[in-house]
């Protein structure tokens, strides 16, 4: 079945640096969606992409879809504390109607102040 | 602003009991979303429900049963609690369509002892 897969699994930055996760799809998406979790929260939508090759920034925050629209990027710029939690990228689920996502793994960030 | 709901945040029952979690949304979304996720293992489909009275499977039913009797409303059941269900349960609702994206309450805190 379809596989969505994100890297690293954790990523340890000092306040300050930047952080970049990556999403990559077995299977080409319609779109892919990003989504916070923050520690003993629950996942909240940040964005969604749609366009082969699409940039949307949101702050610090830069998310990119790739040209085969089969992985995305999430970039955070110069990390603060607040940044801290899991960040998890979506797809929807191939042979499945498009309300179905399959999620990655996830990246847990720590900011270390 | 969308508001999903769950009955608790923490639940403890014992092994061989009936649970029932139960997830109500207020945005008149035909989508709803039982999840579990554990450490390492990511966000986890358990069913779903696309319309009133209409389920399907995610990718690890077994040892659940769900039921959508109103639009708002969808609930989650074990039949017969067991340890390897101890876990966070996580509901999410959407709108059909292109759009997608998903809400998720604020989950509960299962175990079963």
């Known amino acids: 079945g379809q596989q969505v897969m994100q890297i690293p699994q954790y990523q340890h930055v000092q306040e300050g640096e930047d952080f970049t996760t990556y999403c990559n799809s077995s299977t080409t998406l319609s779109n892919i969606q990003w989504y916070k979790q923050r520690p003993g929260g629950h996942p909240v939508f940040l964005i969604q992409?749609?366009?082969?090759?699409e940039v949307k920034k949101q702050k610090r925050l830069t998310f990119q879809f790739g040209e085969a629209k089969k992985n995305s990027s999430l970039h955070i710029t110069a990390t603060q504390t607040t940044d801290v939690g899991t960040y998890f990228c979506a797809g929807p689920s191939s042979g499945a109607g498009s309300y179905q996502l399959t999620f990655g793994k996830g990246t847990k960030l720590s900011v270390i102040p | 602003d969308v508001k999903v709901t769950q009955s608790s945040r923490y639940l403890v029952k014992r092994t061989g009991e009936k649970v029932f979690l139960e997830c109500v949304q207020d945005?008149?979304?035909?989508?709803m979303f039982w999840y579990r996720q554990d450490p390492g293992l990511g966000l986890r489909l358990i069913y779903f429900?696309?319309?009133?009275?209409?389920?399907e499977k995610g990718d690890i039913p077994e040892g659940y049963s769900v039921s959508r009797e109103k639009k708002e409303r969808f609930s989650l059941i074990l039949e017969s609690a067991s340890t390897n269900q101890t876990s966070m349960y996580l509901c999410?609702?959407?709108?059909?369509?292109?759009?997608?994206?998903?809400?998720f309450g604020p989950g509960t805190r299962l175990t079963v002892t």
């Open positions: 429900s696309y319309d009133v009275k209409m389920k």
């Open positions: 945005m008149d979304h035909e989508n």
């Open positions: 992409l749609v366009k082969s090759g």
């Open positions: 999410a609702s959407s709108f059909s369509g292109y759009r997608g994206e998903q809400y």
